[in-house]
């Protein structure tokens, strides 16, 4: 049996993986060897200006991501109660939608509002949130007593 840490890693690790392999594509095309190796094969004429080896080989990525993004966040999710890990994912995906998307890596990842109702679907399926336990509830204000007659 998975632990809900392990099946919000392998949620997160799914809808996040275009824009995974969206970073680590960009990161291997600034490394040196990898813009040499791209200058080299568009001077032979086989292919655009435009071309990019890092852009061809992100699909290729995903294996990458699954064994090495997705024990990262299990293991930093293991913190975290596991019992309270499913209301958690849930208010932060709320909030996020509710704050009109979610800015990442300073901008440089953005999650627009259908993006995260994708995650909501994907959280709903793979991690519901179970009927609210007993759980007190603070209050904030001064109760009205039970007889109906509030002294003024």
Do not use: C
Request: negative net charge; charged residues 25%; without cysteine.
């Amino acid at each position: 049996m998975f632990s809900n840490a392990q099946k919000l890693a392998a949620v997160l690790n799914k809808w996040a993986q275009p824009a995974i392999q969206g970073l680590i594509g960009q990161r291997l095309g600034q490394l040196p060897f990898m813009a040499n190796i791209d200058a080299k094969i568009r001077s032979t004429g086989w292919v655009s200006p435009m071309w990019s080896l890092s852009k061809e080989i992100s699909p290729l990525l995903d294996g990458l991501s699954s064994s090495l993004v997705e024990p990262m966040l299990s293991r930093y999710l293991n913190g975290i109660p596991d019992n309270a890990i499913p209301a958690l994912a849930h208010k932060v995906v709320e909030d996020a939608i509710k704050n009109g998307g979610l800015s990442l890596f300073e901008g440089k990842v953005e999650f627009e509002p259908e993006d995260l109702e994708e995650l909501k679907t994907l959280l709903r399926y793979n991690l519901p949130v179970e009927e609210k336990a007993n759980t007190y509830e603070v209050l904030t204000e001064e109760p009205i007593p039970q007889g109906g007659d509030v002294e003024k």
